[in-house]
């Protein structure tokens, strides 16, 4: 008698259900780590999608970018979800287990990591330095240009006056913003008839940026549900380090350029 399952067999769902093994009894530590690993799993899904959109920027088609990038910001709206079923544990029911996960943190996920890195945040300081020997992906993103570098170099090939120095800028270190690219974004949406590509372009990136602000300003509010001001897990000051990282803003001259308009 053959007991292959199609389905489980495919997709290893055997396996995927496995992969969870709590220290304690408490049914609520089942579902954080099923949650957690939800996260990482759309995580990956967004980088997915944000790689596509690179690739296609490199090819100058920014059309398909577009429609890579509003599959991302589907995947984030899904992301921001899931804190929606972590902020229905009632602080009583975490802390009992809260002590299990030792050092253990969300901020250590390294697909989290690369997600930032792919984007431009590359702080190095954040990733232990075994991570990058543990998971190469790391130290291979930080030696290709983000994808904002993509999209910059992109607007400069269709004539738009990006710096040179910002085409040519060290890509191992964090983006800083430049006067000189608000202006040009801003050019781009006086005339958005003009630049429509640009434009749709650079509503895309906002969008995807905004959703990423809205992970951030969820998480610190469950957080702060959660555990109120509590030291957070992995060494961190965790709400107040949470409410720090939360005013960083990705592609930020798509953000400034509004003032200039």
């Known amino acids: 008698m053959n007991d292959a399952n199609p389905y489980v067999d495919y997709a290893r769902m055997d396996a995927l259900h496995a992969l969870q093994l709590p220290v ?4 609520f530590e089942m579902q954080f780590i099923l949650l957690s690993q939800v996260k990482e799993l759309l995580f990956r899904m967004v980088h997915l999608e944000l790689e596509q959109a690179r690739t296609r920027i490199c090819e100058d088609r920014p059309e398909a970018a577009c429609r890579a990038l509003s599959r991302a910001v589907r995947h984030q709206r899904t992301l921001i979800g899931c804190w929606e079923s972590m902020n229905a544990m009632p602080v009583d029911e975490f802390l009992p287990f809260r002590d299990t996960l030792g050092e253990a943190s969300g901020t250590q996920s390294y697909m989290y990591r690369l997600l930032e890195f792919t984007l431009g945040n590359r702080v190095s300081a954040m990733v232990r330095p075994t ?4 998971f190469p992906q790391l130290s291979a993103e930080l030696q290709r240009p983000s994808l904002y570098d993509e999209v910059l170099r992109h ?4 004539g738009l006056p990006v710096p040179e120095h910002i085409l040519t800028r060290d890509v191992t270190g964090p983006y800083v913003p430049d006067d000189a690219v608000e202006d040009v974004w801003a050019t781009v949406y006086r005339s958005p008839d003009k630049y429509r590509a640009a434009y749709d372009l650079a509503e895309q990136l906002l969008e995807v940026a905004y959703q990423f602000s809205r992970w951030r300003a969820t998480h610190l509010l469950v957080v702060e549900r959660m555990i109120g001001g509590k030291r957070g897990l992995g060494g961190t000051d965790g709400a107040a380090w949470l409410r720090k990282i939360n005013e960083h803003r990705f592609f930020a001259e ?3 350029a509004r003032s200039a308009l």
Not at 24 to 27: K, L, M, Q, R
Not at 131 to 134: M, P
Not at 155 to 158: D, I, P, V
């Open 155 to 158: 607007l400069a090939r269709t």
């Open 131 to 134: 991570d990058f020997t543990r």
């Open 254 to 256: 798509l953000w400034t």
């Open 24 to 27: 304690t009894d408490s049914p």
